[in-house]
């Protein structure tokens, strides 16, 4: 169903509503979704930034859910509106072309993964797979939702969402985080049951999640900007086989 992310917020001392996005959502986890969304486009810095998430107007759902909901802003969080219209309008629009649009297409104010820190075996990365299948109750019925998880350096699962798209679900995913203040996801790799396009890639960056991995393969443009801001790309993940496509420094153990 479609779900139209409105915003409310200060500019010039007054307060305005605008419709910033509709998109094709499986219903549920609606607010985690909607500041995910603001976070990985560089709406909102912190959970401090959003006063409130509620649904708003009638519910219209199939299920009897709403399919709008209002996200007031806090009074210090500013928003440049041409500079948002501008982004979307590159994002939707351009597509593969040029390394200038490359930059258009960024969010900007975003910062290389610091180096230090995280670390990964590389025999646990095969083990990913299976772990999130045993906790992807949705798609092991119907096999048309996409999931996004988080694991820890220990390769622990710690948090889940699914969706029809791909984009919703690392947003809930780390709207989630987000919202109980726990970003930057310095500690934890993203796993993805699906490809890696570029917007996935920023997505991650924006949470600031060091690792990303997957089963399918990702895009020149999200291994350009791993590559980029240093983080860790695998992709192909079949079995105890998959590749690297930047930051091989963070795994330990022998290689593959």
Known sequence: EPLEIRVDFVANGERS????????RT??????????????????????????????????????GNNVVKVRL?????????????????TSSCGVCGKASLEALEVPGL?????DGFRFAVEAVAMLSARLRAQQSVFEETGGLHAAALFNSAGELLSIREDVGRHNAVDKLLGAQFLQGQTPLASNLLFLSGRISFELAQKALAGGVPMVVAVGAPSSLAIELAKRFDITLIGFLRGERFNVYSGEWRLTGETV
């Open 17 to 24: 509503v605008r419709s910033l996005s509709i998109t094709m």
């Open 27 to 64: 219903p549920g986890h609606d607010e985690e979704l909607a500041a995910g969304f603001l976070m990985s486009e560089g709406l909102v810095r912190s959970a401090r930034d959003i006063e409130s998430i509620r649904p708003c107007g009638p519910a219209s759902g199939a299920h009897g």
């Open 74 to 90: 806090a009074d210090h969080a500013t928003i440049s509106w041409p500079n948002v219209e501008r982004h979307f309008y590159a």
């Open 111 to 115: 910062c290389p993964i610091p180096r």
